[in-house]
């Protein structure tokens, strides 16, 4: 009996669930053709055409309808829409300045600080003008301003995205004699120029010499240092050699200001011919060849020589090379004065910086070319080519052949005397400190 019942309750409870399935499955019949795959492509209905009232309301403000805007033909502006385009696929360029006196230098740089040549760029000075890079390499020079603050900004140049900014900088009316900053800009390698028509040095000792120069190596016994003075020109150096032959100091090259174009080039050879000898232990001090025309020029070269120095131990002077370039140079017409005032400018700088400097030159150069009266608190490095120099003034280095012979330089040298007391334990990177005077305790004036 209780089996019966059972049965039919569990029957009951079936027919009830398939029934409300089935009224489920109904009330969704659509839902479940298109999940069963049996559902045909539903009939397509007419759009109700546009009455002419909803065409003219369409012309005025546009109510519910989200997608009006693509109608209107002037929500997009195609000139704008371009603009934006090519700016935001330029590239970034902004502008570095700086000023020595009365004059402005304007360097357009890239977003990595690279100079953006090949392109004519053209800056406004506010009240001033506007001035363009004709040269395109990436500098604009202004020169005879009057001291006081300036407003430049960069005009639209076409792929390039030009900040929306005004730089402004302070023109001074005198001479600053300290490194200018963003000097590095303008140094460039050879690869940048033509070698043969900048670097023009003429050795102007070599024409003077009389013909009884000693080109052996000169031990002093210790009242003077034997030292060489390279450049480019001595190919590879074998240091710890230079060094095994008695060496006891080096003068290295580290640029020069070309003969034609005035570009700040650093001499090739220079940072392995200064690591070279340092890490052979031989003392260093570098010289620059100018061809400064002004006080401002003689500044850019002087900034350049304490960039390319400052992170070695530079124990000896830093020298001007002054000399010729066989009358072809852009500076070898310089009065005396003008050449005097542009020599001192570099000489300030240097040793505003810290370090001890002087002038390299023959001896007509140095009685004929410069004014030496108004360099007098500076070193002298002679060059003349005889048994005993006949320079008339003081000197504290003398260069007495470019003829000399040294163990691991493969070509002729020129080999020096310095006769200055050098403290070699000082440690002058960074930020150089003094020197110790000369050997007699004097002014450091050698007589001839």
């Known amino acids: 009996m209780d089996s019966k019942r059972i049965k039919r309750a569990m ?26 795959g049996f559902a045909g492509a539903e009939p397509v209905q007419e759009e109700e055409p546009v009455q002419d009232e909803e065409i003219e309301r369409a012309e005025g403000q546009i109510g519910g309808d989200l997608s009006a805007f693509l ?24 502008l570095m300045m700086s000023s020595v006196a009365r004059d402005l230098r304007i360097m357009v740089v890239d977003s990595v600080g690279r100079l953006v040549t090949g392109t004519e760029f053209t800056v406004t000075i506010q009240d001033v003008g506007e001035y363009t890079d004709t040269d395109m390499d990436g500098v604009i020079y202004v020169d005879g301003l009057r ?24 023109v001074r009316q005198d001479i600053e004699y300290r490194v200018i900053d963003n000097i590095e800009y303008l140094m460039l390698t050879e690869d940048d120029i033509d070698p043969e ?45 230079v060094k095994e032959a008695g060496i006891e100091f080096a003068i290295i090259r580290c640029g020069y200001r070309g003969a034609s174009t005035g ?24 010289y620059f060849f100018t061809q400064a025309l002004d006080e401002v020029e003689a500044v850019e070269e002087a ?22 370039t066989g009358g072809s140079g852009r500076a070898d017409d310089l009065d005396s004065d003008t050449r005097t005032r542009a020599h001192r400018a570099f000489l300030q700088t240097i040793e505003a910086a810290g370090y001890e400097t002087g002038v390299y030159a023959s001896r007509n150069w140095l009685n004929e070319k410069i004014d030496m009266t108004k360099l007098s608190d500076y070193r002298v490095w002679l060059a003349e080519y005889a048994a005993v120099p006949t320079y008339d003034g003081y000197y504290h280095m003398w260069q007495y052949t470019s003829q000399g012979t040294v163990d691991g330089i493969s070509t002729n040298v020129d080999l020096n005397l310095c006769y200055m007391n050098i403290d070699t334990s000082i440690n002058h990177a960074g930020n150089a400190a003094g020197y110790s005077g000369v050997v007699n305790g004097d002014s450091g004036n050698v007589p001839r």
């Open 11 to 36: 029957i009951f409870m079936i027919v009830v669930f398939v029934a409300a399935f089935g009224v489920l499955a109904a009330t969704n019949w659509d839902m479940v053709k298109r999940k069963l």
């Open 71 to 94: 109608s209107d033909e002037t929500f997009f502006d195609p000139e704008v829409k371009f603009k934006s385009i090519e700016s935001y696929s330029g590239r970034n360029v902004s």
């Open 147 to 170: 001291s006081g603050e300036y407003s430049v900004f960069l005009n639209e140049q076409d792929g390039f995205r030009i900040p929306n900014t005004i730089t402004t900088i302070q």
């Open 197 to 241: 028509k900048e670097d023009k040095a003429v050795n102007d000792a070599k024409e003077e010499a009389d013909g009884t120069e000693n080109m052996e190596l000169q031990f002093d016994n210790g009242s003077a240092k034997l030292g060489i003075d390279v450049s480019k020109w001595n190919k590879e150096i074998d240091w710890e050699a």
């Open 263 to 286: 570009a700040l080039v650093i001499d090739p050879r220079y940072e392995e011919n200064i690591r070279g000898a340092i890490e052979a232990g031989i003392p260093v001090g570098v």
């Open 303 to 324: 900034s350049m020589v304490i960039r390319l120095i400052e992170q070695y131990d530079v124990d000896y002077p830093v020298f001007l090379d002054s000399e010729s």
